[in-house]
């Protein structure tokens, strides 16, 4: 059995097109050109690479951007003043702040001064908190954990009822993807660095996400035959055979999982490409949410 590929970067483009139409729409109907304030404090290569793909992808739908650079020996005062100042700038719709801050910063603090309205990576405390409550829906969901319900959705998996394992459980990735599972009625089990018997607890998944940060951790001897799963894990791995000494590698080993999975996601080309995607559907509904309120 080879899997099917469930290709992010073909549906990534299918939403953006989606969201470059959504930008046009409320344009015409008078709202503003969304808006997106990017904070980088310091200068981590990683993180600086990771907002330029943002950027350039918010230009290519026709969403601007404000970027901001704060030293890395900023405060926590002159992070947080800073981000209240972009919370209260009505030409600003949706704030990112580039995760991760240095290490002496509270992030947790950081993310409580951006308005939740304009919160479009989902991490504000009301946010996730809405996300955990029965009956209440936050105003954004963090973009790499919805990226993986729409990987889902649109391929077909079926959630209601379904097993699901989410191995990580980190505030960005694995509990927020594990409580939009349960939102959408899947019975939900969440694993970490302290789970015993792990491979024996993925072989029970029907769909099995994995957000650990290990390179190819997960086997195929792991995966239940024709589960569906979701690699959202990027490593680099030293390769001598290519231009760059490393290739990007999942958290699953891709080539075993695909001789057992009904559907699985590459790496790269399956969640990272979400992630952009569901940065630029937020930031349009951070600019219809001002919008609406103007208006009302
Ligand atoms: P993190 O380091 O914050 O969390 C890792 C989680 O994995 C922790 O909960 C930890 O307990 C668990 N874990 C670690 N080793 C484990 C093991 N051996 N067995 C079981 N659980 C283990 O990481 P994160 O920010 O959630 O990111 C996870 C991965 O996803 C990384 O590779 C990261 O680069 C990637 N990521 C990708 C995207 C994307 O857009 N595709 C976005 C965010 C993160």
Redo the contacts with the bound molecule.
């Keep these: 059995m080879t899997a099917r590929i469930i290709d992010g970067k073909s549906i990534a483009a299918e939403i953006r097109a989606e969201v470059a139409a959504g930008v046009e729409a409320l344009i015409g109907r008078g709202g503003p050109v969304p808006t997106l304030a990017t904070v980088l404090v310091g200068d981590n290569p990683a993180s600086a690479t990771y907002l330029r793909a943002k950027r350039t992808a918010a230009a290519e739908v026709g969403i601007g951007t404000f970027d901001h650079t704060l030293s890395g020996n900023a405060t926590q005062q002159e992070v947080e003043s800073f981000v209240t100042e972009l919370s209260d700038d009505p030409r600003v719709h949706g704030i990112l702040i580039q995760l991760p801050l240095p290490i002496d910063l509270d992030e947790q603090s950081v993310l409580t001064r951006i308005r939740i309205e304009k919160d479009v990576d989902g991490f504000h405390p009301i946010n996730l908190g809405r996300l955990a409550q029965k009956g209440s829906d936050p105003l954004f969901i963090p973009c790499?954990p919805a990226g993986c319900l729409t990987l889902l959705k649109r391929s077909g998996a079926r959630l209601e009822g379904s097993r699901a394992v989410v191995?990580?459980?980190?505030n960005?990735?694995?509990m927020p993807v594990a409580l939009l599972l349960i939102k959408h009625d899947a019975t939900v089990t969440v694993?970490?660095?302290r789970?015993r018997d792990?491979p024996q607890v993925c072989r029970g998944a029907d769909i099995l996400i994995a957000?650990?940060?290990?390179a190819e951790?997960v086997r195929g001897d792991w995966i239940r035959p024709g589960a569906t799963v979701i690699d959202?894990?990027?490593?680099r791995v030293e390769d001598p055979t290519t231009e760059r000494g490393y290739r990007i590698v999942g958290?699953v080993a891709y080539h075993e999982a695909i001789e057992v999975a009904g559907s699985i996601t590459p790496v790269p080309g399956g969640?990272?490409p979400m992630?952009v995607a569901g940065l630029l559907q937020n930031t349009l509904h951070a600019a219809e949410i001002a919008h609406d309120r103007s208006a009302a």
């Design positions: 790499t191995l990580g459980r980190s960005i990735v694995g694993c970490h660095s789970t792990l957000a650990v940060g290990q951790l959202v894990g990027i490593n958290d969640v990272g992630t």
